[in-house]
T-cell receptor
Framework: DAGVTQSPTHLIKTRGQQVTLRCSPK?????VSWYQQALGQGPQFIFQ???????QRGNFPDRFSGHQFPNYSSELNVNALLLGDSALYLC??????????????FGDGTRLSIL | GNSVTQMEGPVTLSEEAFLTINCTYT??????LFWYVQYPGEGLQLLLK?????DKGSNKGFEATYRKETTSFHLEKGSVQVSDSAVYFC??????????FGDGTTLTVKP
């Protein structure tokens, strides 16, 4: 049973460019959340998708957008990249039902470096 | 909004020593509390959880008790091993899946 998979593993971009990160949730999960983890810090919630719609959003600008597909996989898009966007981007999946008590299952992340 | 405050690290212990990592939180309603562990180069893995007051979560010798009166969820282990070296994150889950994490505590266990 595959867990959460993310691609690519590493990515290098320059300021002003755009990037798309991808995530496939754990089998049976219907909800995907994205987090940004800066070096030495905890993950910061970006947004959550359920039934192909953004359900919740953290304190991130509109440059951060996403999408969820009918097969529950998801993409994170970041436009007009800034140096400060350099971080590990984590995808997590879960079941919405009873979600408060459900742990999230995390992928290994995409390391994004902005030059 | 919700917040989590973790004991600052890094923490360095000898093998078989007793471990405590403090965690306190601020949240509205009735959150669920989690400890996650992150090994180098990997994503976060669930270590243990507790979903209501006075519940004790446990796994792999680690324990934490949900203390609503002190809004705490301290992580403990009686005898740490070198393989326990990792970064530990305390987290609060509310609003159907939105999670707030602490900044993590790095644990190094020396033989």
């Amino acid at each position: 049973d595959a867990g959460v998979t993310q691609s690519p593993t590493h990515l290098i971009k320059t300021r002003g460019q755009q990037v798309t990160l991808r995530c496939s949730p754990k089998s049976g999960h219907d909800t995907v959340s994205w987090y940004q983890q800066a070096l030495g810090q905890g993950p910061q919630f970006i947004f959550q998708y359920y039934e192909e719609e953004e359900r919740q959003r953290g304190n991130f600008p509109d440059r951060f957008s996403g999408h969820q597909f009918p097969n529950y996989s998801s993409e994170l898009n970041v436009n007009a990249l800034l140096l400060g966007d350099s971080a590990l981007y984590l995808c997590a999946s879960s079941l919405l039902t009873g979600a408060d008590g459900q742990p999230q299952h995390f992928g290994d992340g995409t390391r994004l470096s902005i030059l | 909004g919700n917040s989590v405050t973790q004991m600052e690290g890094p923490v360095t212990l000898s093998e078989e020593a007793f471990l405590t990592i403090n965690c306190t939180y601020t949240a509205t309603g009735y959150p669920s509390l989690f400890w996650y562990v992150q090994y180098p180069g990997e994503g976060l893995q669930l270590l243990l959880k507790a979903t209501k007051a006075d519940d004790k979560g446990s796994n792999k010798g680690f324990e934490a008790t949900y203390r609503k009166e002190t809004t705490s969820f301290h992580l403990e282990k009686g005898s740490v091993q070198v393989s326990d070296s990792a970064v530990y994150f305390c987290a609060v889950h509310t609003n159907a899946g939105k999670s707030t994490f602490g900044d993590g505590t790095t644990l190094t266990v020396k033989p």
